[in-house]
């Protein structure tokens, strides 16, 4: 079972770090493919939790090489600063490998996306502030500076100059802010760059390598299919593909490589950010998930928007992934509710969608129309086979997967590595 993708089949957050560990230990490589430090993702060994943002989550497992794919984009502070903080509580991060055809976000990408979401006022999307969105549109516009470009001082002050250019004049003019000095810029790159270069690899010809010998990679996703750039909720989505595709371009890796498609989903929704959220709960309800869930974000620490379970979201990320499998998590949460409503399709202005409408307008219209399930009441954190949830329980995990149109392969029953059911091996 060489290439296995892992990716959010939701609107974030669903448990990747965790699903990632629970394979990770089992896998020669985990390479992120998208993204950058928007992501969180939660890893609970022991007791201790990690909170990784750029690192793969297989940078726990000590057999597991990490990868940051060329799909990423890497602001090198935070990733040093990720990586001191590991090491000073015993994590070897040596092993990592960066791809040098990666992007890197500079400090003025930063600030861009801070004063634009500022400037937006209502209209923003609500982003991390990360700098993802202006990193990956210099990528796009052809003016980005690449890993590889931290070696090379003189391309790399001639490009920042180019893309400081433009942005300094719209920094002063438009936003009143003070512009950036090249050579400052430059300097400091040089000297993140000088610490990140024993990490720098052709990752792509490293991975295509690997899993020619048999070796296993498993790929993981940062953000979630409905925050996709072309599948997800636009505009209020991430810019990067997310979606199982972007694990070949954000890899270098080709598709008749892959083999498996996990998606991890969460047995409820949550989202952070602006934008459409057909599920969302503004009642007692919705706080009373966030309260059990523990709903706040781990790069944010923002209150996570909360709603109840949407099949048409997991139907669609069934389809646009082409998903094996299903990673269910956070079922425990639900114990204690009488009835679990389900929502199977949408309502749209008196017209029932089954499946996902990608005119943003009719999504943003569409109502839930929910199945009730009858609940259960036992705590379900030490259960590990199916058979032996409550009889209620294994109806609810048995019409989500109908509903999916994809199988379960393992349901998380709290954040810790052993809670965990596995229905399937996610390995064969
Ligand atoms: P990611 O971004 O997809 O990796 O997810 P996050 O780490 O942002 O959020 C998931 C949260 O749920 C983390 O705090 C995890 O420790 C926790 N978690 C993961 N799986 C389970 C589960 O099955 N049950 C419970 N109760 N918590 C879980
Ligand atoms: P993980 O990997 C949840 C959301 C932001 C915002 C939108 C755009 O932990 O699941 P960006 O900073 O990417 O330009 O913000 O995307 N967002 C996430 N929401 N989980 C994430 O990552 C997210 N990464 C970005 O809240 O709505
Ligand atoms: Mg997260």
Redesign the pocket.
């Known amino acids: 079972m060489p290439g296995i993708v892992l990716i ?1 089949a939701q609107w ?7 699903a990632t560990d629970l394979i990770g230990t089992k896998v020669d490589y985990v390479a992120r493919f998208n993204g950058g430090n928007n ?4 890893v ?1 060994v022991g007791d201790e ?1 990690y909170a990784l943002h750029l690192l793969p989550s297989g940078i726990i497992s000590p057999n597991a090489t990490p990868v940051i794919g060329n799909g990423v984009v890497v602001d090198p502070e935070v990733l040093l600063e990720e990586i001191d903080g590991l090491e000073s509580r015993g994590i070897d991060c040596s092993r990592l490998l960066v791809s040098e055809s990666a992007h890197v976000i500079a400090p003025y990408h930063r600030m861009i996306d801070k004063v634009t979401e500022r400037f937006a006022g209502k209209k923003k999307i609500g982003t991390t502030g990360r700098g993802i969105g202006p990193a990956y549109a210099d990528k796009i516009n052809r003016v980005g500076i690449r890993i590889s470009d931290l070696f090379h001082e003189d391309v790399l002050r001639d490009k920042v100059s180019n893309a400081l250019h433009q942005k300094n004049q719209m920094l002063v003019k438009l936003y009143n802010r003070r512009a950036f000095d090249v050579e400052a810029t430059v300097q400091e790159m040089l000297a993140v760059g000088e610490r990140l270069k024993p990490y720098v690899a052709n990752t792509s010809l490293i991975l295509n390598n690997a899993l020619d010998d048999g070796k296993t990679v498993l790929f993981e996703g940062g953000q979630a299919t409905m925050l996709d750039i072309d599948h997800g909720t636009y505009p209020f989505v991430t810019s990067s593909n997310p979606t199982a595709g972007g694990a070949c371009t954000g890899t270098g890796v080709g598709p008749t490589k892959i083999n498996r498609v996990i998606g ?1 989903s969460k047995a409820y929704v949550t989202r952070v950010g602006e934008g459409p959220f057909p599920t969302e709960l503004f009642d007692e309800s919705g706080e009373w998930l966030r309260a059990q ?2 709903e706040y974000g ?1 790069t944010t620490g923002r209150p996570r928007r909360c709603g109840w379970f949407d099949a048409v979201v997991n139907r669609y990320a069934t389809q646009v992934n082409g998903l094996t499998d299903i990673v269910l ?5 639900l114990t204690g509710l009488k009835e679990i409503p389900i929502c199977v399709a949408y309502d749209v202005n008196g017209v029932r969608y089954d499946d996902m409408p990608t005119d943003q307008t009719a999504f943003a219209a569409a109502k839930p129309i929910y199945e009730m399930m009858p609940g259960w009441t036992e705590d379900i954190s030490q259960v590990h086979a199916f058979e032996d949830l409550p009889q209620t329980c294994q109806d609810y995990v048995k019409k989500l997967e109908e509903l999916s149109g994809c199988r379960i392969s393992a349901i ?4 810790q590595r052993d ?1 965990i059911i596995e229905v399937h091996s996610l390995l064969d």
Request: hydrophobic fraction near 20%; proline fraction near 4%.
């Open positions: 959010g974030g957050d669903e448990g990747k770090g965790k992501a969180g993702h939660t609970v939790s991890v869930g523990h781990v998590t956070k079922l425990d949460v998380g029953t709290g954040p809670h």
